[in-house]
């Protein structure tokens, strides 16, 4: 079954630079959309970008255009999320979700990297 | 692109029925079949419950059901169990421009 493992938890001050990364696993890292989406502390889910790993297409929701910056490797089935200036505001966990380009859905999610940002 | 709407929060006894909607527009929830459901667990991911408006994945109870009315969609839990105190997050289909939008999250409580 697909699998999806996030980087670990990550405690950096405003103005830091981040990247957190999502590997894929027992599935064709390729063939399957990537999708990045924030969860703010006690809020609901919000899709920020997707990407096609396999010639990194990429497309982001207007409200993260040009905040965050999705890539992928796929020599090495990995997904990014990274900022090169934190805000407090990005505190959030921060999910990466793959989806069978066949199906209008995602079956599969990672675990979630917590970000806090704090001074 | 708004956020889908869903109610604050539900709740019910043991073996009650509830029933989530989540109403979008027309770009969105009525103009495709491709609405799905997630409940996530405190301090869990999310969980895919409900695809393609009524489908349920392999392994969900059969107590889970979805539909749709027009520009409202439904997922409803028949006889509520302890495990399904949650919150459930609708998802649709919204175009080839917008691509995906959430609804804002429902808490699921089981009195």
């Known amino acids: 079954e697909v699998q999806l493992v996030q980087s670990g938890v990550e405690a950096k001050k405003p103005g830091q630079s981040l990247k957190i990364s999502c590997k894929g696993s027992?599935?064709?890292?390729?063939?399957?959309?990537i999708a990045w989406v924030r969860q703010m502390p006690g809020k609901g889910l919000e899709w920020m970008g997707i990407i096609w790993p396999g010639d990194s297409d990429t497309r982001y929701w207007p409200s993260f255009q040009g905040q965050v910056t999705i890539s992928a490797d796929k020599s090495i089935d990995t997904a990014y999320l990274q900022w090169s200036s934190l805000k407090a505001s990005d505190t959030a966990v921060y999910y990466c979700l793959a989806r069978d380009p066949r199906n209008y859905y995602f079956d599969y999610w990672g675990q979630g990297t917590l970000v806090t940002v704090s001074s | 692109q708004s956020a889908l709407t869903q109610p604050r929060s539900v709740s019910g006894s043991p073996g009650q029925s509830v029933t989530i909607s989540c109403t979008g527009t027309?770009?969105?929830?009525?103009?495709?079949?491709?609405v799905s459901w997630y409940q996530q667990h405190p301090g869990k991911a999310p969980k895919l419950m409900i695809s393609d408006v009524n489908k349920r994945p392999s392994g969900v109870p059969d107590r889970f059901s979805g539909s749709k009315s027009g520009n409202t969609a439904s997922l409803t839990i028949s006889g509520l169990q302890a495990e399904d105190e949650a919150d459930y997050h609708c998802?649709?289909?919204?175009?080839?421009?917008?691509?995906?939008?959430f609804g804002t999250g429902t808490k699921v409580t089981v009195l």
């Open positions: 027309s770009s969105d929830i009525g103009g495709y079949n491709y």
């Open positions: 027992r599935y064709s890292f390729t063939n399957y959309w």
């Open positions: 998802c649709s289909f919204a175009g080839s421009y917008t691509l995906y939008v």
